[in-house]
């Protein structure tokens, strides 16, 4: 399919952040987007244009009933070069939330055609302070006009991009998470494996309940027994006790991170003892008071590694490594944010670069 392309006149384009670090994560968004429409079984309309308020029926299924998936992927910039994290694995996993939720595929190769496309027009947008990056939303939503609860028959999809720093203000820097005893966030069948908007709406209420104690995030436990660890808000979540690091298995209520699967690779290949295995809380808060507990981090691609400093449970604070950032959650950080960046070797075929 062709990429038509409208784009603005130059005294039309926005004027960019003097300082992308103090902007607030995803508030700020660039000249341009893309586009396409799915109709009548197939995706058409492909084009980047400017970036736009949408124009949706106040009947649109997406809506209502909550059809919308979404993606979340970075570029870096080195010097003039734009590369790009393991952009494919983002499509594929869009491709796997659009199954769960009923909705078309796009083809794989096509999206990274397109991004590519968008990246080349937006170039100037990527910004080279370090700690900063493009932050990248592919979305799609049900937006057939219908009350009434069904798969929609038309889609869109659309690509924006915002200018980010660091998704915490607190930068990289310990943070304090809360664990969610009275909430759940995803049950086994349900839609906690995908990518899907009423998975965050779920999760603002407890959100809300954290912030009242001053904790930034909300660690998740398993819906049926409220026992095992699952994950944080937008994050997968590792402990290290004593010599082996654990993140809980892929049992289809968590996001399959492609940071998880990159620390995984990362630990495995340094020779670490590395499980996927059940980690209950009373296994971690135990391990807290004996000294088991080493470390503990979080990881997504908005985050990227995220020491955890403290831990609220059932009313009450629980330090992490004396709330500082551990040794390997450092190394992690170094290693991961020195290949995204283009500065450390890329020894996985991690990195794809915008030509
Ligand atoms: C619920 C949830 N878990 C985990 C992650 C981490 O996934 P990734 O490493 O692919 O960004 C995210 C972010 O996308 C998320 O929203």
Not at 3 to 27: A, Y
Not at 93 to 113: E, T, W
Not at 194 to 202: R, W
Request: aromatic share 10%; glycine share 8%.
């Amino acid at each position: 399919m062709k990429i038509e392309k409208q784009l603005s006149p130059p005294e039309e384009l926005k004027q960019k952040p003097t300082d992308v670090l103090k902007v607030p994560f995803g508030t700020v968004f660039t000249d341009h987007m893309f586009s396409m429409q799915y109709s009548s079984g197939t995706w058409h309309d492909a084009k980047i244009h400017r970036y736009a308020p949408l124009s949706l029926s106040p009947a649109a299924l997406c809506l209502h009933y909550g059809q919308g998936i979404f993606e979340g992927m970075k570029a870096y910039r080195r010097g003039e070069r734009i590369l790009l994290f393991r952009p494919a694995k983002n499509f594929e996993r869009l491709n796997q939330s659009a199954h769960r939720m009923v909705m078309p595929n796009i083809d794989v190769d096509f999206a990274l055609d397109v991004l590519m496309e968008l990246l080349r027009v937006e170039h100037s947008w990527v910004p080279d302070v370090a700690g900063s990056s493009l932050y990248i939303r592919p979305t799609m939503i049900g937006t057939q006009a219908k009350l009434g609860v069904k798969p929609s028959d038309e889609y869109l999809f659309y690509i924006i991009l915002s200018p980010v720093g660091p998704y915490f203000k607190e930068g990289f820097s310990p943070v304090h998470i809360y664990l969610s005893t009275e909430h759940v966030r995803a049950v086994r069948g349900g839609v906690g494996v995908a990518k899907t908007m009423g998975n965050y709406a779920a999760s603002l209420f407890a959100g809300t309940k954290a912030s009242e104690v001053g904790y930034s995030q909300v660690l998740w436990l398993d819906a049926l027994e409220r026992k095992y660890l699952e994950e944080v808000g937008t994050m997968n979540i590792f402990v290290k006790f004593d010599d082996e690091l654990v993140t809980p298995p892929l049992s289809g209520t968590i996001l399959a991170g492609i940071t998880r699967d990159s620390v995984l690779t990362l630990t495995k290949d340094m020779g670490l003892k590395v499980n996927e295995r059940q980690v209950s809380i009373d296994e971690v808060i135990e391990g807290i008071a004996s000294g088991k507990v080493v470390e503990m981090f979080g990881c997504g691609t908005a985050a990227i590694i995220a020491p955890v400093g403290s831990l609220w449970y059932n009313d009450k604070p629980y330090t992490v490594s004396n709330g500082k950032t551990g040794k390997l959650t450092q190394h992690i950080f170094d290693e991961l944010t020195g290949i995204q960046s283009g500065e450390r070797e890329d020894r996985y075929g991690w990195i794809v670069e915008v030509d």
